[in-house]
C-alpha cells in the first residue's frame, strides 16, 4: 500500500509541473507564476503551433490570460523569442493572413518584448526597440 501511495505521489508531482521552457521558448517568472497547470499546457500548445505558423495560435498567445503589468512583458517577451525563430519575414507574412481587427495589441507586446525580454540570452534585459529591431512589422502592425 505504501508503494502504492509513493508511486501515485510521484506521478502526480511529475503530471503537475509546469514548463517554464517549451521547445526553447522561455516562460518567464512572472507569466509562469500567474499560470495555472492547464494554462500552462495551453501555452505549450500555442508555443508549438506558432512555431510550426499557425496563425491562430499566434493570436492565441497575443490574448492569453496573463494577469497583466510584468506578465504582459513575460508573454511579449514570449512572442519576440517565436519571431525571432521563424523570422521576421515569416512572422510578417502570417500578420498579413490575420484579420487587421485581431492586429490590436500585438505592437504593445512585440515593443515590451524587446525592451524588456532577453532575446539574445546574455542575462540582461535587451532593450532594442520595434522599428529598429523589425521594421518590416512595424510597417504592417502601422498600416
Do not use: W
Not at 499546457?41 to 508549438?48: A, C, D, F, P, Q
Not at 490574448?63 to 523569442?81: C, H
Amino acid at each position: 500500500m505504501v508503494k502504492k501511495i509513493i508511486f501515485l505521489f510521484v506521478i502526480l508531482t511529475i503530471i503537475s509541473c509546469k514548463k517554464e521552457k517549451v521547445d526553447g521558448i522561455i516562460i518567464s517568472d512572472t507569466l509562469l507564476v500567474h499560470q495555472s497547470l492547464s494554462e500552462n499546457i495551453k501555452m505549450e500548445s500555442l508555443i508549438n503551433h506558432a512555431l510550426k505558423k499557425d496563425k491562430n495560435a499566434i493570436i492565441g498567445i497575443k490574448i492569453f490570460p496573463n494577469g497583466g503589468a510584468a506578465s504582459s512583458y513575460d508573454l511579449g517577451y514570449v512572442l519576440t523569442q517565436i519571431i525571432y525563430r521563424i523570422g521576421e519575414n515569416e512572422f510578417a507574412n502570417i500578420l498579413r493572413e490575420i484579420p487587421k481587427s485581431e492586429l490590436n495589441g500585438f505592437e504593445g507586446l512585440i515593443a515590451v518584448g524587446l525592451e524588456y525580454g532577453d532575446n539574445d540570452y546574455d542575462g540582461k534585459m535587451d532593450n532594442k526597440r520595434m522599428e529598429t529591431e523589425f521594421p518590416k512589422l512595424t510597417k504592417i502592425l502601422n498600416e
